[in-house]
């Protein structure tokens, strides 16, 4: 419902951004998502190191809405590279990138 970057003084927000960035033009699917612009998770995940872990059901909707084969799934904000977990899981090819180098070696272990 709330993130937690947000000044107390104003209003803070309630929802988070997706972007979806690509190369170029890009490949809309064929059929209708049949996904609603919002969607509301309970969190924080337990038992997570990163300071902002999200379920693996954003990742997952995002991939089964717009992921084709082939595809390379970059998460330039890797954290706990919970989206490349959903990505592996699919089967696509993906590349996270964090500066914590704790939370890429507890990707890896997982």
Known sequence: KSTHNHCAVLFWPEDERIYWLTKG???LPEHSIEMSSVWTFFGPVPNTPGPAPFSTE??????KA????GITVLDPFGGTMTTCLVA?????KSIGVDKNASYIEEA???
Do not use: A, F
Not at 58 to 63: G, K, Y
Not at 66 to 69: A, E, H, M, Q
Not at 88 to 92: D, F, R, S
């Open 25 to 27: 033009k890009p490949i």
């Open 58 to 63: 954003v990742p997952l909707r995002c991939l």
């Open 66 to 69: 717009l992921g084709r084969p």
């Open 88 to 92: 592996h899981q699919m089967g696509y």
């Open 108 to 110: 890896r272990k997982r």
